[in-house]
């Protein structure tokens, strides 16, 4: 009986996965360079001081406006009180020194957020 690895059905098929090998392994090496590149591009923009302070001004406006109708409306000032301490740690995030790892910009932002977003919840279901 022929051995099953040297008969010519075997190796075409061995070439077979050879060049999808070969053809998974340029995709694999174009596909990286791109991401990679198209990571450092986007990490250099995303990162960018003015992402941040566009952003706060941005929040500010929103929640100047937001708020301020929700006052108006319902009278209560746990939501203003909320947007205003939210967007005073993000601020303080914009303000404070970055450091190596930017840990606490990153975590003053995130709370900030957080504490601003139930700020607008608050707001809206007091509107409902």
């Known amino acids: 009986m022929a051995d099953p690895t040297t008969s010519p059905n075997a190796a075409g098929r061995l070439d077979r996965w050879a060049m999808w090998l070969s053809a998974a392994c340029v995709v694999h090496c174009v ?3 791109v991401m990679v590149a198209a990571l450092s591009t986007a990490g ?3 990162g960018s001081p003015i992402i941040h302070e566009v952003g706060l001004v941005l929040a500010i406006l929103l929640g100047a406006v937001a708020f301020g109708q929700g006052v108006l409306a319902h009278g209560r000032p ?3 009180m ?3 301490a939210g967007l005073a740690m993000m601020a303080a995030a914009v303000i404070v020194p970055h450091g190596a790892h930017h840990l606490g910009e990153s975590m003053l932002t995130i709370a900030g957020v957080v504490v601003l977003a139930t700020g607008h919840a608050l707001n809206r279901h ?3």
Request: charged share 5%; hydrophobic share 45%; aromatic share 0%.
């Open 82 to 84: 909320l947007g205003g």
């Open 78 to 80: 746990l939501p203003l």
């Open 126 to 128: 007091r509107h409902a």
């Open 44 to 46: 250099g923009l995303l």
């Open 31 to 33: 596909a990286t360079t």
